[in-house]
């Protein structure tokens, strides 16, 4: 980020909304400010070497988790690090750690998120099976949604959530036999 962008961030929290954006974009602009001041009093940041290093862009797959999730902890804590080692914070870097990013590795190699037992909770609270695959997909690559619909298949089930479900309980069984 430039100088002016740095600038742009300081004059929002001096007078917020100061050009007149949209609400939504607004707010996005209001809580990515929230997360800086948040992250720069844990990890004792400077402000603005967030704000070039860590675009606004970059932390929109976190923000749907909750600030005292674990999942954001730990995304939060690979971030500080990436920034101790001096590199800057992409979206797909974060993508990656929460397990959306289908293009980077699977989720069985991501950092952060290693089970869906990791996904939110109030997600499965719901009856809602179009939103409960939503959630799966994205946190699975295409690949691994492949394997489910074939799995859904081949043992006549409702959907790949039945499938997971199917696997989740295989795979606690082949665990259980190491």
Not at 4 to 19: I, L, M, S
Not at 24 to 37: G, I, P, R, S, W
Not at 125 to 136: D, F, Q, S
């Amino acid at each position: 980020m430039t100088q002016k962008c740095v600038d742009y961030f300081r004059k929002w929290k001096k007078e917020p909304n100061f050009c007149g954006l949209g609400k939504t974009t607004a707010n996005k602009v209001d809580k990515y400010l929230e997360f800086v001041e948040e992250f720069s009093e844990e990890y004792k940041f400077d402000e603005e070497l967030i704000y070039r290093n860590v675009p606004q862009s970059s932390i929109t797959p976190i923000m749907r988790f909750k600030k005292d999730s674990d999942i954001r902890s730990k995304v939060k804590k690979q971030i500080a690090q990436t920034l101790r080692d001096k590199h800057a914070v992409s979206l797909k870097y974060v993508n990656f750690l929460v397990g959306i990013d289908p293009t980077t590795k699977p989720l069985n190699q991501n950092p952060i998120i290693q089970s869906t037992s990791e996904i939110p909770k109030e997600t499965f609270a719901k009856n809602n099976v179009k939103e409960k695959l939503r959630v799966i997909s994205s946190v699975l690559t295409p690949g691994q949604m492949g394997i489910l619909s074939d799995v859904a298949k081949k043992k006549d089930l409702d959907d790949e959530y039945a499938a997971l479900a199917l696997v989740l309980i295989w795979a606690k069984e082949r665990i259980k036999n190491e």
